[in-house]
């Protein structure tokens, strides 16, 4: 099959949707233009503020983007490329942008309340109780998941002659193993980081502090990207993945404690240009190569092999594609920040319903240019590899991926594509570690206001809350890469998101609304991922994991309480009503 006709298939479907669902689900919920929404109605000039739907989007996209869209999709492959791509057109569609769209609504009817909040207010302490332990749980998760793939990922190195390189070439470092002399791609993106990183608190300081134009801000970025790399060439650094495992945990330790305008927002301000760049160049090297007639490679069905390795394809797959779908982490964006700046509830639907379409879009877009760009064989080797002495590295094969598009479509020289997918990813993850752990300190401040009437002052201290996230991550992603925490982190993403359904639901049909477009979303999500986490427990018993298995029976612990919950509250408001 020709790779472009997926390609438009998916990004029709998305142009239909976002015109013609999208006002179904408005129309539902109950969106009216005409009422204020917080951000205007308080207008704090500090949370709650009034802001374009151009620029707040641009914010929403790139907290909600990032790895999980690349990672995800590029495991899940071993599928084949038909239950991907309808995994991820139709679950975007119907339960991921549904998911987005109603969680922001609902906090901002609930002038710009977090999730939780919004849980207690539905189903009481409990359902508050409820969503900090998810929460905690998943961001323990994924930030063990996130740590594994940055540490590997920029170790990455694969052969010269595959790269289009020959031996005494200029541009990557070298090393001979097994007698092959490997291209060192990791280094360039290691130093790149470590640039952008350090440069960010300069060009914070210039936005927030000395209000240079934004113009000259977006210049100044651009700038350092490039520079990064060219320094990155001559100076590669090169680290074991452990030693990066405790260096990017030391510096997480300390930089959730920096001010936000200080690393975060002027990091996110750089890796954001990185990610349109990127997700704008992955699908026009799509397209480009579509005309000049590049066929899928992968398998359709990969019928046997990826049962083996992960699973039945219900629910395995499902879980596996996390955030190219759905992902409960959106709502915690979308209610944490993104509703206290959203101007107009008809943004709404720009923000929630077609952010998420744009991520599924990208998402498309990973798979097909894997399935077309890199061979089935290679892929397997780098992303399941049959050694166990060689961790599985789905970055590197996505950056290889790119690199052959790239080469192929705008003749940029293999090696540089390969790079520059290494840096779209690895901005993101060491951003998304950054600000996860800076939220899991306030969920286990949270967390212990619950369980103690007067926690004391050092369990309400920023360094024993952030030790604390910094110490389950690192423990988690020490024994574990991340094929083995991808499924468990995938599952508690996706439990968290039909818990998200589950208290939108209540809260509207306490509003005397319909509820049945989010519910239903909600009961298949909360089977699928139940079923995942039955199937997970038989696997980690097997393998003797009990690190993984006990966070499995935590989060089977916390479906069940949220299924007994749900119904406890459905029978009180039936009975309400008799």
């Known amino acids: ?240 993945a ?56 992968a398998p359709a069905f990969n019928n046997g092999e990826e049962t083996s390795r992960l699973g039945m394809l219900w629910p395995m797959l499902f879980i596996t594609i996390a955030c190219g779908a759905i992902s409960g982490f959106h709502s915690m964006v979308a209610t944490g920040t993104t509703a206290k700046q959203c101007a107009r509830e008809e943004d709404i639907k720009k923000l929630g319903y077609n952010a998420m379409l744009l991520e599924s879009l990208l998402a498309v877009g990973v798979v097909l240019v894997l399935g077309s760009f890199l061979s089935f064989s290679d892929y397997k080797a780098i992303v399941w590899p049959d050694d166990p002495s060689l961790k599985p590295n789905p970055v590197l094969a996505f950056s290889l991926a790119i690199g052959n598009a790239l080469h192929s479509g705008f003749h940029l020289p293999t090696a540089l594509g390969a790079v520059f997918g290494i840096l779209l990813v690895e901005g993101f993850v060491i951003t998304t570690l950054d600000a996860a752990i800076r939220l899991n300190r306030y969920l286990f401040e949270e967390l212990w206001v619950i369980l103690f009437k007067s926690p004391g002052i050092f369990l309400r201290s920023f360094w024993f809350n952030s030790g604390l996230s910094v110490l389950f991550m690192w423990v988690l992603a020490q024994g574990n890469t991340v094929n083995a925490l991808w499924p468990i982190f995938g599952t508690g993403n996706q439990l968290l998101a039909a818990l998200a359904l589950a208290v939108v639901s209540i809260w509207l049909i306490k509003q005397g609304r319909k509820a049945s477009f989010a519910l239903l979303p909600a009961l298949f999500m909360l089977f699928t991922t139940m079923a995942s986490l039955v199937i997970l427990f038989r696997d980690y018993w097997k393998q003797e994991n009990f690190t993984l298995l006990s966070a499995d029976i935590v989060l089977f612990f916390l479906a069940v309480s949220a299924v007994f919950l749900v119904l406890k509250t459905a029978r009180l408001l039936t009975n309400s009503k008799i």
């Open 242 to 297: 452990k030693v990066w495992m405790i260096l990017l945990s030391i510096y997480v330790l300390f930089a959730a404690a920096a001010p936000v305008w200080f690393i975060l927002q002027p990091r996110d301000f750089i890796n954001v240009q990185i990610l349109y760049l990127g997700v704008t160049v992955l699908i026009l090297a799509v397209f480009i190569g579509g005309l000049a007639g590049v066929k899928i490679s």
């Open 1 to 240: 099959m020709n790779v472009a006709i997926p390609l438009l298939s998916a990004f029709v479907a998305f142009l239909i949707a976002s015109r013609y669902h999208v006002r179904s689900i408005a129309r539902q919920l109950g969106v009216d233009d005409s009422k204020p929404t917080p951000a205007v109605s308080i207008n704090d000039g500090r949370d709650y503020v009034p802001t374009r739907v151009h620029v707040l989007f641009a914010h929403h996209f790139s907290a909600i983007a990032g790895a999980g869209p690349i990672v995800g999709p590029t495991l899940a492959l071993l599928y084949g490329v038909i239950p991907s791509w309808m995994w991820i057109v139709f679950g975007g569609i119907f339960i991921g942008a549904v998911h987005d769209f109603s969680a922001l609504f609902a906090s901002i009817r609930e002038n710009g309340k977090s999730m939780a909040e919004i849980a207690r207010k539905s189903m009481g302490k409990g359902g508050f109780t409820l969503f900090i332990l998810f929460t905690l749980t998943l961001i323990v998760l994924v930030t063990a998941a996130f740590l594994n793939l940055t540490a590997v990922s920029l170790t990455s190195k694969w052969p010269l002659m595959k790269l289009g390189l020959h031996s005494g070439q200029k541009l990557l470092r070298t090393e001979v193993e097994n007698g092959v002399e490997m291209g060192v791609i990791g280094g360039i993106a290691s130093t790149s980081v470590i640039i952008i990183t350090l440069f960010s608190p300069i060009l914070g300081y210039l936005i927030y502090k000395k209000g240079i134009r934004t113009l000259m801000a977006y210049i100044l970025a651009a700038c350092v990207c490039a520079a990064s790399v060219c320094l990155g060439i001559l100076f590669p650094v090169s680290l074991d």
